[in-house]
């Protein structure tokens, strides 16, 4: 393969770049960053890094809070040919350790109040550099960015060279490090900037977090390829969002987004009459939020399908049809299937496995080739796990999950990771984690658990030991104990039934 600058992912969002005056990010305080700005400071962080001693795909591993300096520290790592690791900032130091232990990241930039167990992970790994960075933007990242004379250029990269990891637990309770290559992440954004019809004039309300793919490499790369303004958000604040509704033009968001909104008064079609486009993700919407929000403000939400390993997979159309219930249409470019577990194709209207293949689907999982072979058939088709339906016109519908993953308000929570901490713990002979229905954030977790005999332990005996081992967003919700768990006749633990028992736990 080539190596040529145009393949890197930097190259291609660079081009979409506003005029040097032109409005990039626009803060609460209304501070303004300008697209010359910003390609500065991106320049600076390029500079930083290679100074760094980094080169083409070594990786650089951030655990910090959203801010204009995390976005233009990755936008800099991607300049500099570098692959981008990012984590969710509620991931423990326990947790750090694994992710830091199988990227082997040349640079590792945390939060400053994480410095110390940082550093102390990092020793034991042998990374080289450990640099902080807070959420005003301010610490030894920042620093070293101030200190580099600003560069221009872009690394020479193969379009197949990692661009970035972002780890997605498996029912192993081990995290995979999805590989998403330069060619990966720019053809889902250029197909997505096409797709949803951005055009100038268009302002992206951003609320997301950048740990992600959706806030990350769908909304952030959309914004730049169109040369748009964004009103860049620490988190979802209604007050804030309600604020910025009027001068906006496009928001995506999780549906818990849409259901707060939905619950203001202040929501109204007055408030959106400049939006053109509401598009949610990462977790399924639910159809009564789908109408209910067209009724309220005349839009009609724009739902879609990703996932880590791919990106943007499906979409309701822009023009057309957007049907409640469903994640719409292969995108361009992408081809969909529906399949038994054996690979059979099945006919529309039958459910089974989704499989895709196309340029946005990942080179693979890091340091598992066994594993990356087991989710691709023969053909090149990714197994997705997901188990839909398609409709005669090619219409996707997502009716579960053949992997027990709960999303609780668009954040991939995966049971057999919790259940095995649950295990270990003295008090408990077996357990079984499970997501059942919540209002405000789609699914919460739950679990169930066989106290051992002798014991008698309370709520409190299974939820205090995990905090500090596994990210808030993971533990129990709450904890029910039973004397055994509901099996079928082939032993295999029914949580479908766990599932329907606790399905109203949290809708009073």
Same mark, same amino acid.
């Given at each position: 393969?080539?190596?040529?600058?145009?393949?890197?992912?930097?190259?291609?969002?660079?081009?979409?770049?506003?005029?040097?005056?032109?409005?990039?990010?626009?803060?609460?305080?209304?501070?303004?960053?300008?697209?010359?700005?910003?390609?500065?400071?991106?320049?600076?962080?390029?500079?930083?890094?290679?100074?760094?001693?980094?080169?083409?795909?070594?990786?650089?591993?951030?655990?910090?809070?959203?801010?204009?300096?995390?976005?233009? *520290?990755? %936008?800099?790592?991607?300049? /500099? =040919?570098?692959?981008?690791?990012?984590?969710?900032? &509620?991931? $423990?130091?326990? #947790?750090?350790?694994?992710?830091?232990?199988?990227?082997?990241?040349?640079?590792?930039?945390?939060?400053?109040?994480?410095?110390?167990?940082?550093?102390?992970?990092?020793?034991?790994?042998?990374?080289?550099?450990? *640099?902080? %960075?807070?959420?005003?933007? /301010? =610490?030894?990242?920042?620093?070293?960015?101030?200190? &580099?004379? $600003?560069?221009? #250029?872009?690394?020479?990269?193969?379009?197949?060279?990692?661009?970035?990891?972002?780890?997605?637990?498996?029912?192993?309770?081990?995290?995979?490090?999805?590989?998403?290559?330069?060619?990966?992440?720019?053809?889902?954004?250029?197909?997505?900037?096409?797709?949803?019809?951005?055009?100038?004039?268009?302002?992206?309300?951003?609320?997301?977090?950048?740990?992600?793919?959706?806030?990350?490499?769908?909304?952030?790369?959309?914004?730049?390829?169109?040369?748009?303004?964004?009103?860049?958000?620490?988190?979802?604040?209604?007050?804030?969002?309600?604020?910025?509704?009027?001068?906006?033009?496009?928001?995506?968001?999780?549906?818990?987004?849409?259901?707060?909104?939905?619950?203001?008064?202040?929501?109204?079609?007055?408030?959106?009459?400049?939006?053109?486009?509401?598009?949610?993700?990462?977790?399924?919407?639910?159809?009564?939020?789908?109408?209910?929000?067209?009724?309220?403000?005349?839009?009609?939400?724009?739902?879609?399908?990703?996932?880590?390993?791919?990106?943007?997979?499906?979409?309701?159309?822009?023009?057309?049809?957007?049907?409640?219930?469903?994640?719409?249409?292969?995108?361009?470019?992408?081809?969909?299937?529906?399949?038994?577990?054996?690979?059979?194709?099945?006919?529309?209207?039958?459910?089974?496995?989704?499989?895709?293949?196309?340029?946005?689907?990942?080179?693979?999982?890091?340091?598992?080739?066994?594993?990356?072979?087991?989710?691709?058939?023969?053909?090149?088709?990714?197994?997705?796990?997901?188990?839909?339906?398609?409709?005669?016109?090619?219409?996707?519908?997502?009716?579960?999950?053949?992997?027990?993953?709960?999303?609780?308000?668009?954040?991939?929570?995966?049971?057999?990771?919790?259940?095995?901490?649950?295990?270990?713990?003295?008090?408990?002979?077996?357990?079984?984690?499970?997501?059942?229905?919540?209002?405000?954030?789609?699914?919460?977790?739950?679990?169930?658990?066989?106290?051992?005999?002798?014991?008698?332990?309370?709520?409190?005996?299974?939820?205090?030991?995990?905090?500090?081992?596994?990210?808030?967003?993971?533990?129990?919700?709450?904890?029910?104990?039973?004397?055994?768990?509901?099996?079928?006749?082939?032993?295999?633990?029914?949580?479908?039934?766990?599932?329907?028992?606790?399905?109203?736990?949290?809708?009073?």
């Amino acid at each position: 393969m080539t190596l040529s600058p145009e393949n890197n992912l930097y190259s291609h969002l660079r081009r979409g770049f506003g005029l040097d005056d032109a409005p990039c990010l626009i803060l609460p305080d209304n501070a303004v960053i300008t697209y010359g700005q910003a390609r500065k400071r991106i320049g600076q962080y390029a500079a930083a890094l290679k100074k760094l001693g980094l080169k083409r795909e070594d990786r650089v591993t951030v655990q910090a809070e959203k801010s204009i300096e995390s976005l233009f *520290l990755y %936008l800099g790592v991607i300049q /500099a =040919g570098g692959t981008y690791n990012p984590l969710n900032t &509620a991931y $423990t130091q326990s #947790e750090l350790e694994y992710f830091i232990s199988d990227a082997q990241p040349h640079v590792v930039v945390c939060d400053p109040k994480n410095e110390a167990g940082t550093n102390e992970i990092t020793a034991r790994h042998n990374v080289k550099h450990v *640099l902080c %960075l807070d959420s005003e933007g /301010a =610490g030894s990242a920042c620093d070293l960015a101030d200190e &580099a004379e $600003t560069s221009d #250029e872009i690394i020479a990269v193969n379009e197949d060279d990692v661009a970035a990891i972002i780890y997605t637990s498996g029912t192993t309770g081990r995290s995979k490090g999805a590989m998403l290559t330069h060619r990966n992440l720019t053809s889902n954004a250029q197909v997505l900037h096409e797709y949803w019809q951005f055009v100038p004039g268009d302002v992206l309300l951003h609320a997301l977090p950048i740990y992600h793919v959706h806030g990350l490499f769908v909304a952030c790369h959309c914004a730049l390829l169109n040369g748009s303004p964004m009103y860049f958000m620490a988190r979802f604040d209604i007050d804030k969002v309600l604020e910025r509704l009027p001068t906006s033009t496009v928001m995506m968001g999780v549906p818990t987004f849409y259901t707060r909104l939905l619950s203001d008064d202040r929501f109204t079609s007055e408030l959106c009459a400049n939006m053109r486009l509401f598009i949610s993700g990462s977790a399924p919407l639910l159809a009564e939020t789908h109408i209910e929000c067209e009724q309220r403000t005349g839009h009609r939400i724009l739902e879609r399908y990703g996932m880590t390993e791919a990106g943007m997979v499906t979409s309701n159309p822009y023009d057309g049809e957007r049907k409640a219930g469903t994640v719409g249409f292969a995108l361009p470019g992408t081809k969909a299937r529906i399949a038994d577990e054996n690979g059979k194709i099945l006919k529309a209207g039958d459910i089974g496995v989704l499989e895709i293949k196309g340029p946005n689907v990942f080179k693979g999982y890091r340091n598992m080739p066994e594993k990356t072979a087991e989710e691709f058939r023969a053909d090149g088709y990714f197994i997705t796990g997901d188990m839909a339906t398609m409709d005669e016109e090619g219409r996707v519908s997502i009716v579960g999950r053949n992997k027990d993953m709960i999303i609780s308000g668009g954040l991939n929570i995966y049971p057999k990771e919790i259940e095995a901490e649950i295990d270990e713990l003295n008090c408990v002979t077996e357990s079984a984690v499970i997501g059942v229905p919540h209002p405000d954030f789609g699914e919460s977790v739950v679990a169930v658990v066989v106290a051992k005999p002798g014991t008698d332990p309370a709520q409190s005996d299974i939820i205090d030991p995990l905090d500090g081992r596994l990210a808030r967003f993971k533990l129990p919700k709450r904890v029910f104990f039973v004397d055994e768990l509901p099996r079928n006749t082939m032993g295999k633990v029914q949580k479908n039934v766990l599932r329907a028992q606790h399905k109203d736990l949290f809708s009073t």
